[in-house]
T-cell receptor, first 112, second 113 residues
Framework: AQSVTQLDSHVSVSEGTPVLLRCNYS??????LFWYVQHPNKGLQLLLK??????LVKGINGFEAEFKKSETSFHLTKPSAHMSDAAEYFC??????????FGTGTSLTVIP | ETGVTQTPRHLVMGMTNKKSLKCEQH?????MYWYKQSAKKPLELMFV???????ENNSVPSRFSPECPNSSHLFLHLHTLQPEDSALYLC????????????FGPGTRLLVL
């Protein structure tokens, strides 16, 4: 069975401080893993993608994520939050085939 | 600009109406998807088309009827919907199906009265 768990529905950080958004997954296969961001009234935008190459994946806007197979985790981090990072973030697992499983999302608030 | 457009952006319809959602991608992709995004729930994959052929239907009620006339266009025909069908409907495309990066449109916000 495939599933994605985003451990925090809401995260608040101060501008300039680190961001950590947590994601755990379960998959019967070696999956592809993604992080997407959704700003209000916008579609989802890809931040980064893991496809069994390097376990540390760098994405856009200073975000990165580390694939840890032993922990079945794919947490998203950023060293320093910016106001423009405030949005909804989705972790996605894609096993083989056409299926994509989304987490319930984490809403990130950045406090000035 | 993601290269995936959706029309209309907002739609209000009664339960007896028939309407259609349109998605168009200008990225040369071969796979297209419909998703439903409801409040407090994960995105639900509804349909997948690969080279104009439907390859996934995730137990979607028949009141939702997709159509893919070519690799650039995807429609979702709606009829006799229920209030619980109110949601944001997102279209996406990818070069190929099967774990590829998806590019999303802005969505159609649907309200069923």
């Amino acid at each position: 069975a495939q599933s994605v768990t985003q451990l925090d529905s809401h995260v608040s950080v101060s501008e300039g401080t680190p961001v950590l958004l947590r994601c755990n997954y379960s998959s019967s296969y070696s999956p592809s893993l993604f992080w997407y961001v959704q700003h209000p009234n916008k579609g989802l935008q890809l931040l980064l993608k893991y496809t069994s190459a390097a376990t540390l994946v760098k994405g856009i806007n200073g975000f990165e994520a580390e694939f840890k197979k032993s922990e079945t985790s794919f947490h998203l981090t950023k060293p320093s939050a910016h106001m423009s990072d405030a949005a909804e973030y989705f972790c996605v697992v894609s096993p083989t085939g056409n299926q994509f499983y989304f987490g319930t999302g984490t809403s990130l608030t950045v406090i000035p | 600009e993601t290269g995936v457009t959706q029309t209309p952006r907002h739609l209000v319809m009664g339960m007896t109406n028939k309407k259609s959602l349109k998605c168009e991608q200008h990225l040369g992709h071969n796979a297209m998807y419909w998703y439903k995004q409801s409040a407090k729930k994960p995105l639900e994959l509804m349909f997948v088309y690969n080279f104009k052929e439907q390859t996934e239907n995730n137990s979607v009620p028949s009141r939702f009827s997709p159509e893919c006339p070519n690799s650039s266009h995807l429609f979702l025909h709606l009829h006799t919907l229920q209030p619980e069908d109110s949601a944001l409907y997102l279209c996406a495309s990818s070069p190929l199906a099967g774990g590829a990066t998806q590019y999303f449109g802005p969505g159609t916000r649907l309200l069923v009265l």
